[in-house]
């Protein structure tokens, strides 16, 4: 009989322990626990090593804020850090640890385990590329149907949460086309230094990088705010990254004294 492996993620040990050993009664699933997303990421690279690895991955949705691991040689993978700067390690939920799975063990399927139905979330969710969203309190059942489904390559929502999801999804596209438009009223020069502000490049470093002199490079900044419609850095950042603007790629790190933004100004 093929065995189903799944990886229970949650940083409240009764529920993880309590849900691995109801999974764990069925005869085709095995299953273990990590308590957080760093030691789920240890977990699927040391199974995927020893040829065994996970299939489906469980992951709380309000998974609790910890530090995504370092990346060294062939070691872990780096982990997508929502409320960090550009590059930088920091914390993150269940949702981000969606995406870094997804990157790192891309045949690994995710559903999101969530104490409450939030449309939001759950379009992030899929955004981020799980595969199902389920409630904490479902039946033992529900769940074995949709790791059961997913592994199909099927997609679980709840009923009552569709609309609002689709409602979600339909203005996510409508706000990234919004967003490009603008970036695409941009000159190439301005373009140039909005990928050096989504970097996290302060006015200083963008002038080196691009050597242009600091009046210029503020000249520039305040062009890019005023085309995009923003009154400041954070804020063009966010509309750049909407639009699918990648940061400058930088052959070595910005200076340590460099800031983007301060008191809300350009720096």
């Not at 199909?152 to 409602?167: I, K, N, S």
């Not at 705010?225 to 930088?250: E, F, N």
Request: charged share 25%; with cysteine; glycine share 10%.
């Amino acid at each position: 009989m093929a065995r189903i492996r799944v990886l229970v993620v949650d940083d409240h040990r009764i529920f993880a322990e309590s849900l691995a050993a109801a999974l764990a009664a069925e005869p085709d699933v095995e299953v273990a626990a990590a308590g957080s997303g760093p030691a789920a990421l240890r977990c699927l690279e040391r199974a995927a090593a020893e040829g065994r690895g996970y299939d489906v991955l469980l992951a709380d949705a309000e998974l609790g804020a910890v530090t995504a691991p370092a990346r060294t040689g062939a070691g872990p993978v780096p982990v997508p850090a929502p409320r960090s700067g550009p590059g930088r390690s920091g914390p993150f939920d269940g949702i981000a640890l969606v995406g870094a799975v997804r990157l790192a063990r891309p045949s690994v399927r995710t559903v999101v385990l969530a104490e409450k139905d939030d449309p939001a979330r759950a379009a992030l969710a899929l955004q981020a590329g799980a595969c199902g969203w389920v409630a904490k309190d479902s039946s033992l059942q529900r769940l074995l149907a949709v790791i059961r489904g997913v592994l199909r390559d099927e997609t679980h929502l709840p009923a009552a949460l569709l609309t609002g999801v689709l409602r979600e999804l339909l203005a996510d596209r409508k706000h990234r086309t919004e967003s490009e438009k603008l970036v695409e009223s941009l000159t190439p020069r301005e373009r140039e230094v909005l990928r050096c502000m989504v970097a996290g490049l302060g006015r200083k470093a963008v002038a080196e990088r691009l050597f242009l002199s600091p009046h210029t490079v503020r000249t520039h900044m305040q062009n890019v705010l005023g085309k995009l419609g923003v009154h400041s850095t954070l804020a063009a950042v966010a509309l750049a990254r909407r639009a699918g603007v990648g940061p400058a790629d930088l052959e070595e790190p910005a200076l340590p004294g460099d800031v983007v933004e301060r008191g809300g100004q350009l720096a």
